[in-house]
């Protein structure tokens, strides 16, 4: 009687880590073939530190603090929501040069590249916020909180752009074409980053604006940045429930991106991958 070989049966979950791991890697390597895209997302961070800090930092009074104290967290979650564009424009790209026609192919899950995409823009952030912080300690910055503290911060605000990259992914879906992206893009942008108390305290805008400010996300992240770091001076916070309890509405926040915007954007991605 002949044996019957069977094949060893896969466990889905390890297939699914080893997929969104090979494209993270495929990604990663991407950026190391185009350091340029490495060095303009490292120029920009660095040119508002010092266009801030030192132009117009003399300008600027802030009760209670230093503005270079003050400007960091602003800097820190206007960098990481301007680097989640990378997933919308990389998805852009691949759109149009064919590459999701390619991955089609291949017996993926088709979570993996969006994954990959994320994972990977994920690691160009903590590259530029890394660089960024010390060239925030150049011009004077310094964290008064402590160690843990101050770990907490940073995973925050990664947290936050790992998670509003999954917006964007669905956003470079969504458009015609990788030159769409970016006028697409700076129209969320613009407004979530410089209507907030990223810059300036949210007390001295008009009120709509002043209101709008106080329940930014973007304004959520940068309180709870000054207040991980120990940069929050003696000015008071406003009397607003998201800027009284800016960790916890952060979380909520990233909470809510992740479970709407991730199982959309995968079903997206099926959607234009099957035409």
């Not at 919308?88 to 026609?101: F, P, S, V």
Request: glycine share 6%.
């Amino acid at each position: 009687m002949t044996a019957v070989a069977t094949l060893p049966t896969t466990n889905p979950l390890a297939l699914w880590y080893s997929d969104g791991w090979t494209v993270t890697k495929r990604n990663l390597i991407k950026i190391k073939r185009s350091p340029d895209m490495l060095v303009f997302a490292v120029i920009q961070p660095i040119m508002f530190v010092l266009l801030f800090s030192q132009v117009y930092g003399g300008a600027i009074q802030v009760q209670g603090t230093d503005y270079t104290q003050f400007l960091m967290a602003g800097i820190f979650a206007q960098t990481v929501v301007f680097g989640s564009t990378f997933s919308g424009a990389a998805m852009a790209q691949d759109l149009k040069e064919g590459i999701i026609d390619r991955f089609r192919s291949l017996p993926m899950n088709a979570s993996a590249v969006l994954i990959g995409r994320t994972n990977s823009d994920l690691v160009l952030n903590t590259i530029s916020m890394s660089i960024m912080m010390l060239t925030g300690l150049a011009v004077g910055w310094r964290v008064n909180s402590s160690v843990p503290e101050f770990f907490a911060g940073v995973a925050l605000l990664l947290l936050f752009s790992y998670s509003f990259s999954w917006v964007m992914a669905l956003l470079g879906m969504s458009v015609k074409s990788p030159e769409v992206i970016n006028n697409a893009s700076f129209i969320i942008l613009f407004p979530i980053t410089f209507v907030s108390n990223a810059f300036v305290p949210s007390d001295t805008l008009p009120t709509p604006l002043r209101i709008f400010a106080e329940w930014n996300p973007v304004s959520s992240l940068v309180q709870a940045a000054r207040e991980l770091f120990g940069n929050v001076g003696t000015a008071p916070v406003p009397d607003v429930w998201t800027m009284q309890h800016p960790v916890i509405t952060v979380l909520i926040g990233v909470s809510v991106m992740l479970v709407l915007f991730v199982p959309l954007s995968i079903r997206k991605y099926r959607s234009i991958s099957s035409r």
